[in-house]
């Protein structure tokens, strides 16, 4: 029996056992805001996306690695089915039944007993939209709502209006690739262009950096390819990466490349815009805001301040300061004045202090490490270069974070 109407409710998740039945793509993309809503999220997959497994990894989830069995679900609250296997799917599904547990089915909807809205969020607000499983007519009216409340746009005209308007946008047949930076973490702080591109996609190609709570709001067709870059782990090749770009999008399907940050930005991005180009893919590049800039920000530290310093640096810690292969001049570096920003350096935080304070850099410079910038898990170390690297393994600060190293890094305690 399937109800013509459903019941719109919110749920309270906060410590609540929440199974997960898939590993997939398709649960990534709703395991965002079950974290948000604070749930006690069990995965239960014999392989998962390499997003899930650092979500696993970080201690946001836990992972039951085998197969679904009978009586994974005893003493959950919620449920979702998203395998890529409808009989498994049917299995869990039956068994949230028997045991009174309202669960969601990613492949078929209908035989689910609960469905996911397009849901939206905005200074407090949150809300669902259902439109009888016509996924891209309610993500269109959320999108639309969206729009007025952040154009201060609340009134029936103004709202029809722009749902007006992004529904003839979403009907429009984009070419190519759009190369979007995803910024530095909040989904709030996607571009406007950013989000309303990313809307109209068929194809999704995700980094483990970018924001993913967008994923949650793009329609059940879409399709999302999982480019996660894991520190010291797997990773899809870049080659990969731009084959899939150009493939997808010589059938005629609208990509979209999501990445953290700004795409140029220590982001490898213009390798795919050469590689598209070379392959006459056509490329729209959609800047966002570097996450070298905006965490530290976040975090109440200025890169620059007047009558302190009047030039920052950003560095890539991607590589030891001793390799062969390094393009940084350490030792200038080092005699430097102003603020460095280093990205992706917690691993080698200790090499690197010592590098600066060997040519020249002082011991009791301050420095702030800011891990999760922009997130609701940021956190703030602040300390010295000569005590950094053992303070930050004694706070198990732990990838992804923004370093900064000057003067200005001891400002922000004056406001917190």
Same mark, same amino acid.
């Given at each position: 029996?399937?109800?013509e109407q459903h019941?719109?409710?919110g749920l309270?998740?906060?410590?609540?056992?929440?199974?997960?039945?898939?590993? &997939?793509?398709v649960a990534?993309?709703r395991?965002?805001r079950?974290?948000?809503?604070g749930a006690?999220?069990?995965?239960?997959a014999? +392989?998962?996306?390499?997003?899930?497994?650092a979500?696993?990894?970080?201690?946001?989830?836990?992972?039951?690695?085998?197969a679904?069995?009978?009586?994974?679900?005893?003493?959950?609250?919620?449920?979702?089915a998203?395998?890529?296997?409808a009989?498994v799917?049917?299995?869990?599904?039956?068994e949230?039944?028997?045991?009174?547990?309202f669960?969601?089915?990613?492949?078929?909807?209908?035989?689910?007993s609960a469905?996911?809205?397009?849901? !939206?969020?905005?200074?407090?607000l949150? $809300?669902?939209?259902?439109a009888?499983?016509?996924?891209?007519?309610?993500?269109g009216?959320?999108?639309?709502?969206?729009?007025?409340?952040?154009? !201060?746009?609340?009134?029936?005209q103004g709202?029809?209006?722009?749902t007006?308007?992004?529904?003839?946008a979403?009907?429009?047949?984009?070419?190519g690739?759009?190369l979007?930076?995803?910024g530095?973490?909040?989904?709030?702080?996607?571009t406007?262009r &950013?989000r309303r591109?990313?809307?109209?996609?068929?194809?999704?190609?995700v980094d483990?950096? +970018?924001?993913?709570?967008?994923l949650d709001e793009l329609?059940?067709?879409v399709?999302?390819i999982d480019a996660?870059?894991?520190p010291?782990?797997?990773?899809a090749?870049?080659d990969?990466?731009?084959?899939t770009?150009i493939?997808?999008?010589?059938?005629?399907r609208?990509?979209?490349r999501?990445?953290? !940050?700004?795409?140029?930005? $220590?982001g490898r991005? $213009?390798?795919?815009?050469?590689?598209?180009?070379q392959a006459?893919?056509p490329?729209?590049?959609?800047?966002?805001?570097t996450?070298?800039?905006?965490?530290?920000?976040?975090?109440d530290?200025?890169?620059?301040?007047r009558g302190?310093?009047h030039?920052?640096?950003v560095?890539s810690g991607?590589? +030891?300061?001793?390799?062969?292969s390094?393009?940084?001049?350490?030792?200038?570096?080092?005699?430097?004045?102003?603020t460095?920003?280093?990205?992706?350096g917690?691993?080698?935080?200790?090499?690197f202090a010592e590098?600066?304070?060997?040519?020249g850099?002082?011991?009791?410079t301050?420095v702030?490490?800011?891990?999760?910038?922009?997130?609701r898990?940021?956190h703030?170390?602040?300390?010295?270069l000569?005590?950094?690297?053992?303070?930050?393994?004694?706070?198990?600060?732990k990838?992804?974070?923004?370093?900064?190293?000057?003067a200005?890094a001891?400002l922000?305690?004056?406001?917190t």
């Amino acid at each position: 029996m399937h109800a013509e109407q459903h019941y719109l409710a919110g749920l309270d998740l906060a410590g609540r056992r929440v199974v997960v039945v898939g590993g &997939g793509v398709v649960a990534q993309r709703r395991l965002p805001r079950l974290q948000s809503a604070g749930a006690a999220i069990e995965v239960v997959a014999p +392989a998962v996306s390499a997003a899930v497994q650092a979500m696993a990894e970080a201690g946001e989830l836990t992972w039951t690695r085998r197969a679904y069995a009978e009586g994974d679900l005893a003493g959950a609250w919620y449920v979702i089915a998203c395998t890529s296997d409808a009989a498994v799917n049917a299995a869990v599904g039956a068994e949230a039944e028997r045991q009174r547990v309202f669960c969601v089915r990613a492949d078929l909807a209908a035989d689910g007993s609960a469905v996911t809205p397009a849901v !939206g969020s905005y200074e407090g607000l949150v $809300f669902g939209v259902l439109a009888g499983g016509a996924y891209r007519r309610s993500a269109g009216v959320r999108d639309a709502v969206l729009a007025a409340l952040r154009d !201060g746009r609340v009134d029936d005209q103004g709202a029809a209006a722009a749902t007006a308007e992004v529904a003839s946008a979403g009907d429009e047949t984009l070419p190519g690739v759009a190369l979007i930076g995803g910024g530095p973490g909040d989904p709030e702080l996607i571009t406007v262009r &950013g989000r309303r591109l990313l809307s109209r996609a068929d194809v999704v190609v995700v980094d483990r950096l +970018a924001p993913r709570e967008l994923l949650d709001e793009l329609p059940p067709e879409v399709e999302v390819i999982d480019a996660a870059k894991i520190p010291y782990g797997r990773a899809a090749s870049q080659d990969v990466i731009n084959t899939t770009l150009i493939e997808h999008a010589r059938a005629g399907r609208f990509v979209v490349r999501l990445k953290g !940050g700004d795409p140029y930005v $220590f982001g490898r991005g $213009f390798e795919e815009v050469l590689a598209c180009a070379q392959a006459g893919v056509p490329v729209t590049v959609v800047p966002g805001i570097t996450s070298a800039f905006a965490v530290p920000a976040i975090a109440d530290v200025p890169v620059t301040h007047r009558g302190v310093t009047h030039e920052v640096v950003v560095v890539s810690g991607h590589v +030891a300061p001793d390799d062969p292969s390094s393009l940084v001049d350490w030792a200038a570096l080092g005699r430097l004045r102003g603020t460095i920003v280093l990205m992706m350096g917690v691993e080698r935080l200790s090499q690197f202090a010592e590098v600066l304070q060997r040519h020249g850099r002082g011991a009791d410079t301050p420095v702030a490490v800011v891990q999760d910038g922009t997130r609701r898990t940021q956190h703030t170390l602040r300390s010295t270069l000569a005590k950094v690297a053992a303070d930050a393994a004694a706070a198990d600060i732990k990838p992804p974070a923004v370093i900064v190293i000057g003067a200005v890094a001891a400002l922000g305690e004056s406001v917190t």
